[in-house]
């Protein structure tokens, strides 16, 4: 049974999911997820409720400035809101900035079930055929496989790898994999 909330204005949907802006019955399911052990493994450390609140206020900002965020995310199948799924332009200095990043964060009981390929696959639609972006990266710990392996089922490639200025602190994440993929080579 497919509980499609039609009151809801999503930007752009998948077969299977609904991007939209964050709103603020989010954040107690945002912060549940962010405070799953699981969920944050290759994070320095869970997230409070003040860290999300924070979290989603810049994301607010940043798709009222760019047009693009981390977009809340709804399945279709259940109604439930399910994490995020979208382009995010990161702050850090690196020598392959500026970029756009793409990134995902999913509750734990909606894994393995072809979420974030899907959503990244719609996402990468967006931005290059929307947005007009060329290039799209995605980021992760070499330890995070998950992560590494949804990048590849979308088409990116490896291009690089860095130690994450962000992460020097945290020996098993620093060491990082940056994937990309330009507009010609997305896959459908």
């Known amino acids: 049974m497919n509980f499609i909330t039609e009151q809801l204005n999503y930007i752009f949907k998948s077969e299977r999911l609904g991007f939209r802006a964050w709103q603020a019955e989010d954040l ?112 992760a710990p070499k330890v995070n496989l998950p992560s590494i392996h949804v990048m590849q089922k979308v088409g990116m490639k490896k291009e690089l790898e860095f130690k994450h200025p962000l992460l020097l602190e945290y020996p098993y994440l620093v060491d990082c994999e940056l994937y990309k993929i330009r507009k010609r080579h997305a896959r459908r």
Not at 90 to 95: G, I, K, S
Not at 101 to 124: H, S
């Open 28 to 139: 107690p399911k945002m912060a549940a997820i962010n405070q799953d052990p699981e969920v944050m493994r290759y994070f320095p450390a869970i997230q409070s409720l003040e860290a999300t609140t924070k979290m989603i206020e810049r994301l607010q900002q940043e798709y009222l400035q760019l047009g693009f965020t981390y977009f809340a995310v709804d399945n279709f199948e259940d109604g439930n809101f399910i994490g995020f799924i979208g382009l995010h332009v990161p702050t850090f200095e690196a020598d392959f900035m500026p970029c756009v990043d793409i990134g995902w964060r999913l509750a734990r009981q909606y894994w393995n079930r072809g979420f974030a390929t899907e959503g990244a696959k719609r996402c990468l639609q967006y931005g290059f055929d929307t947005l007009g972006l060329m290039s799209v990266v995605a980021i």
